[in-house]
Structure formats: structure tokens, C-alpha cells
């Protein structure tokens, strides 16, 4: 997640121009209150937020917009594993865990998360390169469980 000063109307404004997406009120809110978050909302969970927070904005612009900010690569759009699809103003390379019960989405702590991915073997990633014919980018992990029932998870 940005730091709050990252969050500011300018440099949002900024970070907007710098991806040529027109920088609007409506926009702005709906980056901002999904970037204060570490919870992946869906849109319909981002819409509860920003009505409750006063702002009259449709569920429809609430939609365009997400799809928007994540065609120009500021938010990115979390595969919907059965439920319905989530969104991530941390674009860069993190795990995830899913709760199997809810749908809810955690960040895997950067450091744990790296330590992970240096541990997949090369030699099999070439040779899934090699029989699918398909070039890897990048490797998005989701973990699938469930919280230890002591433990209360806080979004
Ligand atoms: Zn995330």
C-alpha cells in the first residue's frame, strides 16, 4: 500500500498523468479509497465505501473506473477464485492468501513472499516454457486455506 503522502490529491493527480488517464473528483476517490486499504475489495465492497464515506458515486463509474486504473497498470485485478473479482492498489510483485470460507484477500509479507519465489526450480519453469510454448513474465502465487479459527484476521 502507498504512504499516505503518496496519496495526496497531487500526487495521485501526477501518477494519473504519468499513465495518460484523466484525472477526475470521482477517480481520485475511488483510487484513493481502494490505495487506503489492504483488504481487495470487490467493487461492490469499494461502492459500500465510498457511499459510506459520502461520496455519490454510481456502481457503474465505481466499475469503469477500477477496469481504467487496471488497463493502465495502477491497480491490479485479482483472479476472482469462485467469488467475485478483487482489486489491488499494490502493484508490485506480492503474494497472496485466500480464505477458502470468505474470499477474503491477504498480502504475504514481501519478505516471506520473495523467499518463496526464489525457491522455484528454473529448470522447471524453462521446461514449462518449452512444452506450452508460452513465455512466463512474471509468477502470481495464491495461497488457498483457511485462519487458524484462534486467531482473528484483520483485513
Ligand atoms: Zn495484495
Known sequence: MPAASKLCEQAVQELFTQVH??????RYAIYHALASV???????ELFQMLAQANHDI????VYNTLEALVKSGLVRKLSDGGTSARYDATVDDHLHVRDKN???VADVPADLGQRLLKTLPNEVLKQIEIELGFKINHVEIELVGEYASSKTHVA
Request: proline share 5%.
Open 21 to 26: 488517464l484523466r484525472f477526475t473528483r470521482q
Open 58 to 61: 454510481s456502481l457503474a463509474t
Open 38 to 44: 489492504h483488504s481487495h475489495p470487490t467493487v461492490d
Open 102 to 104: 470468505t474470499g477474503t
